[in-house]
T-cell receptor
């Protein structure tokens, strides 16, 4: 069945470092792909999305490109801030609109 | 604009009991979906309601049931609670029967259920 695999955390970086959180997926057809973020004490929020191959989603300095050939949707940011500390979830949308989620990656940014 | 609100925020039950969790959807949204998030894991889809009808269900047993009301608020009911039901239960709302079509679900902060 459909699935999403994310790199295990926690990922600990210093402020202004480059961030990559890997996400790969298994799915039939052509799913839409998403990154959600959960800040401490808050609910899940959509960070960015891509709905077809080669699309690039971007928001708040974060980017991810839908790579069909490698079935990947890696999240990147050029210079992280302490305020980016959160748990990041990669997800795909099935044809019946159900979201399939990765296990989440906790990101810790140290000043 | 009022966001998604859930109640209660925390509760403790014992095995075999029943629980009802409530969700008020964001203003203007007519679709609600429920997810179960165990500690350290991603959310798992339970079911989805659109205009008071269930229109999608994940791999959860029938003791997980729900309702959606005319004002689009929703309830999740779990009967015969088991220890493994301990989790964070998330409600998400969106507009349109094809909830999640764009993936733009709006989540509440969740109800944390502990089953002893």
């Amino acid at each position: 069945g459909d699935s999403v695999t994310q790199m295990e955390g926690p990922v600990t970086l210093s402020e202004e470092a480059f961030l990559t959180i890997n996400c790969t997926y298994t799915a039939t057809g052509y799913p839409s792909l998403f990154w959600y973020v959960q800040y401490p004490g808050e609910g899940l929020q959509l960070l960015l999305k891509a709905t077809k191959a080669d699309d690039k989603g971007s928001n708040k300095g974060f980017e991810a490109t839908y790579r069909k050939e490698t079935t990947s949707f890696h999240l990147e940011k050029g210079s992280v801030q302490v305020s980016d500390s959160a748990v990041y979830f990669c997800a795909l949308r099935r044809s019946n609109y159900q979201l399939i989620w990765g296990a989440g990656t906790k990101l810790i940014i140290k000043p | 604009e009022t966001g998604v609100t859930q109640s209660p925020t925390h509760l403790i039950k014992t095995r075999g009991q029943q629980v009802t969790l409530r969700c008020s959807s964001q203003s203007g949204h007519n679709t609600v979906s429920w997810y179960q998030q165990a500690l350290g894991q991603g959310p798992q889809f339970i079911f989805q309601y659109y205009r008071e009808e269930e229109n999608g269900r994940g791999n959860f047993p029938p003791r997980f049931s729900g309702l959606q009301f005319p004002n689009y608020s929703s309830e999740l009911n779990v009967n015969a609670l088991e220890l493994d039901d301990s989790a964070l239960y998330l409600c998400a709302s969106s507009f349109g029967g094809q909830a999640g079509r764009t993936g733009e679900l709006f989540f509440g902060e969740g109800s944390r259920l502990t089953v002893l």
